[in-house]
């Protein structure tokens, strides 16, 4: 009889378990609106006042849009930036909140006579990664020597600036309710604000292959900066935007026909390529044809080639001015653009660095942390 009661006790504390903590109570600390949907193309549903208490209910993929509820009188949910409520949700983990399958762009009120609906329905980030592609890649790089906890920076004056991931190394940064990208922060921190050659003021796609703009001197003769930059950095990864210099510069057949040449020596290197799409504003009345063409063109790049995509242009709709500068050529940034206390949520720099940071965060733990 004993025996049986002891076992008995042993089977309940294997099935018991301990209740899930009390979510400590969010108040807004500022009046908000709140959408239907996680996107500013949804409709205006609600407000959550100052100092009103909520639930976090859902999340999107990015994390930059949180979905709540406040129950003072009727339960009344919607959709909010996570920057507009950041110093309430400083400790909550948001990778505990389930993901929406609500799209970025509600297709009905998206205004489709300035872009095409493929800019509004390819998701900011992929909902899934094709693993077994991208870990074919991996090992190739592997095999060569590319160093697993390193990234390289390929593209313009935006990836070349020293806001863009150099402040996680050389200051305190704020992290926020995206603390759950801490571990893969501390993995590839060293290579954040690494100068790369591939990456530089001016530079549109074409000029990573002119051997003229490989002005380091470690760079071989007639060595183009890209290559240059891959032979001194061996990396597992490289994010890649271009775009703002291209509308000038290229035509569409050339920006294509560039692009898809970085893929290519990219996979020829066994680094992983992360394109990404760009920003402007309509206003942008001379090229804004020429913007919305090479986004296009970069989403089919990475469709064709089965590679991670970043659909910036789609995130940085919600953001003041779309993110972008008067010049239309620089994000805008505002100061601190790691400290994602709010500031995501009106700098296009900012929300770059955190877009960033999720896709490096995915590719880590799907691919990287994956293979033996």
């Given at each position: 009889?004993?025996?049986?009661?002891?076992?008995?006790?042993?089977?309940?504390?294997?099935?018991?378990?301990?209740?899930?903590?009390?979510?400590?109570?969010?108040?807004?600390?500022?009046?908000?609106?709140?959408?239907?949907?996680?996107?500013?193309?949804?409709?205006?549903?609600?407000?959550?006042?100052?100092?009103?208490?909520?639930?976090?209910?859902?999340?999107?993929?990015?994390?930059?849009?949180?979905?709540?509820?406040?129950?003072?009188?009727?339960?009344?949910?919607?959709?909010?930036?996570?920057?507009?409520?950041?110093?309430?949700?400083?400790?909550?983990?948001?990778?505990?909140?389930?993901?929406?399958?609500?799209?970025?762009?509600?297709?009905?009120?998206?205004?489709?006579?300035?872009?095409?609906?493929?800019?509004?329905?390819?998701?900011?980030?992929?909902?899934?990664?094709?693993?077994?592609?991208?870990?074919?890649?991996?090992?190739?790089?592997?095999?060569?020597?590319?160093?697993?906890?390193?990234?390289?920076?390929?593209?313009?004056?935006?990836?070349?600036?020293?806001?863009?991931?150099?402040?996680?190394?050389?200051?305190?940064?704020?992290?926020?309710?995206y603390n759950h990208l801490e571990d893969t922060v501390g993995v590839f921190r060293a290579s954040f604000n690494r100068r790369s050659i591939a990456s530089r003021d001016g530079f549109n796609a074409s000029s990573i292959f002119d051997p003229m703009w490989a002005v380091d001197e470690t760079c071989n003769p007639n060595e183009p900066p890209l290559l240059c930059e891959y032979r001194n950095?061996?990396?597992?990864?490289?994010?890649?935007?271009?775009?703002?210099?291209?509308?000038?510069?290229?035509?569409?057949?050339?920006?294509?026909?560039?692009?898809?040449?970085?893929?290519?020596?990219?996979?020829?290197?066994?680094?992983?390529?992360?394109?990404?799409?760009?920003?402007?504003?309509?206003?942008?009345?001379?090229?804004?044809?020429?913007?919305?063409?090479?986004?296009?063109?970069?989403?089919?790049?990475?469709?064709?080639?089965?590679?991670?995509?970043?659909?910036?242009?789609?995130?940085?709709?919600?953001?003041?001015?779309?993110?972008?500068?008067?010049?239309?050529?620089?994000?805008?940034?505002?100061?601190?653009?790691?400290?994602?206390?709010?500031?995501?949520?009106?700098?296009?720099?900012?929300?770059?660095?955190?877009?960033?940071?999720?896709?490096?965060?995915?590719?880590?733990?799907?691919?990287?942390?994956?293979?033996?």
């Amino acid at each position: 009889m004993y025996f049986q009661r002891w076992i008995l006790c042993l089977l309940l504390m294997a099935l018991w378990t301990p209740p899930a903590p009390a979510q400590a109570e969010l108040r807004a600390p500022q009046g908000v609106v709140l959408y239907a949907g996680p996107g500013k193309t949804y409709v205006q549903v609600a407000t959550l006042n100052a100092d009103q208490p909520f639930n976090a209910k859902a999340r999107n993929r990015l994390g930059n849009w949180i979905e709540v509820e406040h129950n003072e009188e009727d339960a009344i949910s919607g959709w909010v930036m996570t920057g507009e409520l950041a110093p309430s949700l400083a400790e909550t983990d948001l990778t505990q909140l389930p993901l929406t399958d609500l799209p970025a762009a509600n297709m009905d009120f998206a205004n489709t006579a300035q872009a095409p609906t493929i800019l509004y329905e390819t998701p900011v980030l992929p909902e899934q990664l094709d693993q077994d592609r991208l870990r074919a890649i991996y090992e190739r790089g592997q095999a060569r020597g590319n160093a697993h906890d390193s990234i390289v920076k390929i593209g313009d004056c935006n990836t070349a600036s020293g806001l863009f991931l150099s402040p996680l190394v050389e200051q305190e940064t704020e992290l926020g309710p995206y603390n759950h990208l801490e571990d893969t922060v501390g993995v590839f921190r060293a290579s954040f604000n690494r100068r790369s050659i591939a990456s530089r003021d001016g530079f549109n796609a074409s000029s990573i292959f002119d051997p003229m703009w490989a002005v380091d001197e470690t760079c071989n003769p007639n060595e183009p900066p890209l290559l240059c930059e891959y032979r001194n950095n061996p990396s597992s990864v490289a994010f890649i935007m271009f775009g703002q210099n291209d509308v000038f510069a290229l035509n569409r057949e050339q920006y294509e026909a560039y692009l898809r040449d970085v893929i290519e020596r990219s996979l020829d290197y066994g680094v992983i390529p992360v394109l990404s799409t760009f920003t402007n504003r309509p206003e942008f009345d001379e090229k804004w044809h020429q913007v919305v063409a090479m986004n296009i063109i970069t989403i089919e790049l990475a469709d064709e080639y089965n590679i991670p995509l970043i659909n910036f242009w789609l995130a940085a709709r919600d953001l003041p001015g779309y993110g972008i500068g008067d010049d239309f050529a620089h994000l805008t940034a505002g100061g601190e653009t790691i400290a994602f206390s709010g500031r995501e949520a009106d700098y296009g720099l900012t929300l770059y660095n955190l877009s960033v940071l999720t896709m490096l965060d995915m590719i880590y733990h799907q691919v990287i942390e994956e293979t033996p």
